[in-house]
């Protein structure tokens, strides 16, 4: 089929032809915005999941849907390495230009505000040309959000830019993405800010994009942060989702895909939306006409999964130290372990009841490898012959690197779907 029509679009955060499955999440943000610019309380949203699953996608999308019901927006990415206070400085110099406020001396005075806040940041010893200013045209505002103190600061930043934002009947958004990588202080200080901001019934909210252990991050901050957000797990997308995220796009250009393909496409890429679109792709440039088939995508597979093992897998696994390497190899092993345990758990079972799961109904354990989410530390200790303390340095880097997250104690998991599969079958 002509690859110029090739509708697909797999990319970092760039949208699908086809947003599908997250309606409900636009639906309910919509509501979100309109009652936060009333005055009511509402709380702001964290979108978490793992990586493909098109939490940057949404997250933009949300800021366009603020930018249409008119709020002043800004957005960041969130660095381990990075303070909060120049990129917050930056969206939030945009958000306040957005807001088209009339009186131009109270912009400038918020202006001058986000300009102190900002060159706090710089040691108090700094040269002048070495003091970095977020392009601002005004003088920085003494006494106002300077203080040093990060948590104290943004509170009357936020504040500050709040009051204004009010002052036109509009709101701010601040769209945060990778949140899970704000360093400790920061994070308190956005929950702090956020819950003053609350009681306040200021017309500014956050929207965080992050890995799945993000809540965990912002409890062991501030214990009432569970409160502050509305969390959303976004995961991979249903059957019919999946059919119409490859039915709709394939349908402007004139196409169409036949069931059987809908069910191959759903197994190979599991509804997991970059996957979709990468094997999208790579399905219409080979199938020779429409419909599409199921051969085409069996044709098309050896051709998807080469690329998402360069672009998508082999991208991250290179990251990676030799030590960190052979821990994310272990972690793929022990899904395995875990699986045959499960399989042998189910066969004992067979005969005890009429619930029991008979042996035949049982994946092989490879298979049910892929479903294993999360695996015991102490087994990828085991896969390596070594003791989980050694090993804590290198789980911790991987960790740090954005590689694998602990969704609770003693447990360790991938934030890459498929990403124990890539490993077993090359890695």
Known sequence: MDPILNPYAPGAGQRPPELAGRDEYLRQFDVVLERIRRGRPDRSVLLTGLRGVGKTVLLNALRGQAVRAN????????????????????????????????????VDHVLGVIKAFAQRDAPANAKLRDRWSPGIDVPAVSGRADSGDIEIDLVELLTD????????????????????????????????????????????????????????????????????????????????????????????????????????????????????????????????????TAEDVRVAAPSAEAELAVGFFGSRYE???????????????????????????????????????????????LTRA???????????????????????????????????YAPERGKIAFTVPHFGRYLRNSA
């Open 161 to 292: 830019v709040g009051g204004l934002a009010a002052d036109v009947g509009k709101g701010v958004g601040i769209f945060i993405d990778e949140m899970q990588d704000l360093g400790p202080d920061d994070v308190s200080a956005v929950c702090a800010a956020f819950h003053e901001i609350g009681q306040q019934a200021l017309p500014v909210l956050v929207v965080g994009a992050g890995l799945p252990h993000l809540p965990a991050v912002l409890s062991a901050s501030k214990s009432y942060s569970e409160r502050l957000f509305r969390y959303h797990r976004i995961d991979r997308l249903e059957r019919s989702e999946a059919a119409r995220a490859l039915q709709n796009p394939a349908a402007d250009e004139g196409a169409e895909w036949e069931d059987d393909a809908l069910d191959a496409m759903y197994a190979a890429t599991g509804g997991y939306p970059y996957f979709i679109q990468a094997y999208g792709k790579e399905v219409w440039d080979l199938a020779p006409r429409s419909p599409i």
């Open 370 to 404: 892929e479903e294993v989410e999360a695996v015991p530390t102490s087994v990828v200790a085991e896969v390596l012959g070594r003791k989980p303390q050694s090993l804590s340095p290198a789980r911790d880097a991987l960790m740090k690197k954005g590689l694998v």
């Open 71 to 106: 709020w002043g927006t800004g957005k960041l990415e969130a660095r381990p390495d990075q303070s909060l206070r120049r990129p917050l400085a930056s969206a939030l110099h945009t958000a306040v230009r957005e807001l088209g406020h009339p009186q131009q001396e109270d």
């Open 319 to 365: 990251r990676a130290t030799p030590g960190e390497r052979e821990y994310l190899r272990a972690m793929a092993e022990a899904a395995i372990t875990v699986a045959e345990e499960e399989v042998a758990a189910e066969a004992g079972g067979a005969g005890s009841g009429e619930e029991a799961v008979a042996p035949a109904e049982s994946k092989d354990p």
